[in-house]
């Protein structure tokens, strides 16, 4: 079966601390994929990153990053000096070999001025 | 280039109402899902259709159907709606379905709907 866990349901931080949200996942699969969306409070959801399991490199666009580590089964995801516009639920996602979306439950990210 | 529309934006049914919700898409994306969204889980698939022309179930189907009216256009249909599927909507579109590169899932705003 395939899982994805956000242990953390809420984060709260001060503007400009770093914060980083967990994703562990479990698959069988060799071949996976792993996703990252922001949820704003307006509602939308937003793509973030798309990432293959035979691509470990981390990547960095901006103030985020993703930290993949096939070795613990994590996705990560960092941001750098938080900003209030940051506040929003992101959700972690895995696809595998049967193609559809699982989700983890989400991790509310709070930004204090 | 609107993307992924829905509407509509909120509803309120009855127990026993049907109603139908629409998504368009406008990204000449060949596949299509819906999901609902309930307060501290992550999203759930109910359908998708993976190119015009088919529709298959998702994790939770029950209590829905769904028609893919044409490559843009795919509707969510709640027969007799109970306080249960009391949630958020979400449309979504891909280019492919599969894991083909192209299977970044894009988001419309929403359907809130409230069975009473």
């Known amino acids: 079966a395939q899982k994805v866990t956000q242990a953390q349901t809420e984060i709260s931080v001060v503007e400009k601390e770093d914060v980083t949200l967990d994703c562990v996942y479990e698959t069988r699969d060799t071949t996976y994929y792993l996703f990252w969306y922001k949820q704003p409070p307006s509602g939308e959801l937003v793509f973030l990153i798309r990432?293959?399991?035979?691509d470990e490199q981390n990547e960095i666009s901006g103030r985020y990053s993703w930290n993949f580590q096939k070795s613990t089964s994590s996705f990560n995801f960092t941001i750098t000096a938080s900003q209030v516009v940051d506040s929003a639920v992101y959700f972690c996602a895995l696809k595998g070999s049967n193609y559809q979306l699982i989700w983890g439950a989400g991790t509310k990210l709070i930004i204090k001025p | 280039n609107a993307g992924v529309t829905q509407t509509p934006k909120f509803q309120v049914l009855k127990t026993g109402q049907s109603m139908t919700l629409q998504c368009a898409q406008d990204?000449?994306?060949?596949?299509m899902y819906w999901y609902r969204q309930d307060p501290g889980m992550g999203l759930r698939l109910i359908y998708y259709s993976a190119s015009e022309g088919t529709t298959d179930k998702g994790e939770v189907p029950n209590g829905y159907n769904v028609s893919r009216l044409n490559k843009r256009e795919f509707s969510l249909r709640l027969e007799s709606a109970a306080p249960s599927q009391t949630s958020v909507y979400f449309c979504?579109?891909?280019?492919?379905?599969?894991?083909?590169?192209?299977?970044?899932?894009?988001f419309g705003p929403g359907t809130r709907l409230t069975v009473l």
């Open positions: 990204m000449n994306h060949n596949s």
């Open positions: 979504a579109s891909s280019y492919n379905y599969g894991t083909s590169g192209t299977d970044t899932q894009y």
């Open positions: 990432r293959n399991s035979f």
